[in-house]
């Protein structure tokens, strides 16, 4: 649940490879979804992916953190076969979704979703009982030793 540990992690013990973690709605959210988002493919040996998954979960932070009036925001990082890893940001935000508009050149933000939908193998937004959740893949098999 997105409110039942405020900045705390925890590991899945059996299974496949996951990260979780909730944080406060709060502008340090970010910073501490991209650490631990790295600490979690450095333990599985991805750490090639680590700055773009990085910057992923930077962003959809952001988003979450900045427009949407959650007061906890969640990061799930699983490895969802051998060749993928999903980041997935959860908020308790129930306004309508929609896809953002491309922003025009001189706009200061706006490009989030964008950067997300270029560096991602696989991205989308779904309605969860809770909330929203905003997820992207990122092939592991692009990784070389």
Not at 34 to 46: E, I, S
Not at 53 to 82: F, M, P, Q
Request: net charge negative.
């Amino acid at each position: 649940m997105i409110g039942a540990m405020a900045d705390a992690a925890v590991s899945a013990a059996v299974g496949l490879p996951s990260y979780r973690s909730n944080y406060l709605a709060r502008d340090t959210a970010p910073g501490k979804a991209r650490r631990g988002v790295a600490l979690a493919l450095n333990t599985w040996g991805l750490e090639q992916l680590a700055d773009t998954a990085e910057l992923l979960v930077s962003e959809l932070v952001t988003n979450a953190v900045v427009h949407t009036d959650s007061r906890t925001v969640g990061v799930v990082v699983i490895r969802t076969s051998e060749t993928a890893v999903r980041i997935m940001v959860l908020d308790t935000d129930r306004a309508e979704m929609s896809l953002p508009a491309c922003p025009s050149g001189d706009e200061e933000s706006g490009r989030g979703l964008f950067l997300v939908a270029t560096l991602a193998d696989r991205w989308d937004i779904e309605r969860v009982s809770t909330g929203k959740r905003i997820w992207c893949e990122l092939d592991t098999k692009k990784v070389q030793p």
